[in-house]
């Protein structure tokens, strides 16, 4: 589980960027290398993404390295020479990242991080890069989709028990604006709110499902009933009279109850009717069981009568929708080398710019920095060294520099959530479309658009 404890580890990378390693150190080719890690698209269809996962990406970088019990492993796997595991055993990340911001919008084909390091610093940092900043960044779109279908009403993220990655499910949820968890550990060490019902299992241990009502009512001060275990219209007056007996006894409150399954949106209906004329409508109604963006978004365009949302399975898996025909589970970020500087003099020359030829997966070499015109009017790719106009600004930022994490680079959780909400708030409606949303305009400048053509033409030639 990717945690503060286990992030900077030299093994959290793939056997061939070891391999690779090895051949760029016995050839001695270890230039100034700059890789961009982007995606060709968004995820779920959409036109956008929610960047997460900086803090981690720079936590790796700044503390990889190999202990004496990894190199020992690593000799068990790889005959390498003992002079290229002495300088494993050396390798600290000693480069540059820059990146966008943790809350920040970002869209297909632009570089979420840009890296600039010796070759095989930067090589080995490719998959734990991927990892955190890609696996991060699709969990927090998820969410914020889930988010904004709810609009004003609260939504809990459940994923615990079925999320690939649980730690980072939690984080990027709360990013996004899920209001709590039911990840306890997560939940700590973040300093978010937790929340939670009761399980069917607990209603199914009583005798009656009165009895265990009242076991619950009696139990808690403020409690809240979960009315699917076995028949919602039965259940809904139980807890009606769970709800007269607690307070008349014990002085204690039913506040909400939870439909987990079936009909939600006829059976809030239902409850909200009888809680209505029981004179108990500060009773709220949570729905959960299952639910992605697109049910919730459902369930609000017929104005089914619930304040709140669990969602667990579809954000802990970033799983798509077959109705909808959106495919989830994966960003597809890669990480491209993009710049080469052979002496590592800063003097590489532009007809030596690297490029990977491929259609449409052919990359842009040059060391870039992006621009955003206005508030999402438009964002430009260009080389770093590029002015632009004074209504744009810079979205790659300093992250770390000489293998340190810079001053400032890595704010609060508070405040990133803050940025997130105050992006996702600026961004035009059209983008945010669930399904069918417009490309967001994104435009490369002359000169980048010239170093490609020429590195493409170059490439082309005959050796």
């Known amino acids: 589980m990717w945690n503060h404890t286990n992030l900077t580890s030299g093994l959290l990378t793939d056997l061939y960027h070891v391999d690779s390693a090895y051949i760029s150190w016995q050839s001695e080719r270890n230039g100034l290398a700059t890789f961009d890690l982007y995606t060709r698209a968004a995820p779920f269809g959409g036109a956008w993404m929610l960047v997460a996962g900086l803090e981690m990406a720079a936590t790796f970088a700044s503390g990889f390295h190999y202990t004496a019990d990894e190199i020992a492993w690593l000799k068990t796997v790889r005959p390498y020479p003992a002079a290229f595991f002495d300088d494993l055993a050396r390798t600290r990340f000693t480069g540059e990242i820059t990146a966008m911001a943790e809350g920040e919008i970002a869209f297909p084909g632009e570089p979420l991080a840009r890296v600039t390091a010796p070759f095989r610093e930067a090589l080995l940092l ?16 998820k969410a914020a989709r889930v988010v904004h279908a709810a609009g004003a009403k609260p939504v809990a993220e459940f994923a615990f028990r079925r999320a690939q990655e649980p730690w980072l499910t939690t984080r990027s949820s709360w990013i996004a604006g899920c209001r709590s968890t039911s990840f306890l550990a997560a939940a700590m060490e973040l ?21 265990a009502f009242l076991a619950v009512a009696r139990a808690e001060p403020e409690y809240t009933l979960l009315l699917d275990t076995y028949d919602v219209h039965r259940s809904v007056h139980l807890a009606i009279e769970t709800a007269r007996v607690s307070a ?34 500060e009773v709220h109604i949570l729905a959960s069981g299952d639910l992605d963006e697109f049910g919730i978004a459902d369930l609000e365009s017929r104005g089914a009568p619930i ?9 802990g898996v970033a799983a798509g929708s077959l109705e909808h025909g959106v495919e989830g589970g994966a960003l597809g970020a890669v990480y491209k080398l993009v710049w080469y500087d052979a002496d590592r003099d800063g003097l590489a020359a532009p007809e030596e710019a690297p490029i990977k030829i491929a259609g449409a997966k052919s990359t842009w070499p040059g060391r870039k920095q992006i621009s955003r015109r206005g508030q999402f009017v438009e964002d430009i790719i260009h080389l770093e060294d590029e002015p632009q106009d004074a209504d744009c ?4 930022q300093p992250v ?6 810079t001053p400032n680079a890595l704010p609060t959780l508070k405040t990133i959530r803050e940025r997130a909400h105050a992006s996702l708030m600026a961004l035009p409606t059209e983008y945010q479309m669930l399904v069918g949303a417009p490309r967001y305009p994104l435009a490369n400048s002359p000169r980048l658009i010239e170093l490609r053509e020429a590195a493409l033409t170059r490439n082309r030639a005959p050796s």
Not at 393 to 396: A, E, G, Q, S, V
Request: hydrophobic content about 40%.
């Open 126 to 141: 490719e998959a734990g890069l991927l990892h955190t900043i890609g696996i991060s960044t699709l969990l927090a779109t």
């Open 191 to 211: 300093g978010i709110p937790v929340s939670g019902t009761v399980p069917h299992a607990l209603i199914q241990a009583y005798p009656t499902e009165r009895d």
């Open 248 to 281: 008349e006894q014990w002085s204690h409150h039913l506040t909400a109850v939870r439909l987990d399954s079936g009909d939600i949106d006829a059976d809030a209906r239902y409850c909200r009717a009888q809680f209505d004329e029981a004179g108990l409508g």
């Open 307 to 315: 304040d709140a949302y669990g969602v667990g399975t579809s954000l």
């Open 393 to 396: 600004r810079p979205l790659l």
């Open 400 to 405: 770390v520099r000489h293998g340190h994490v």
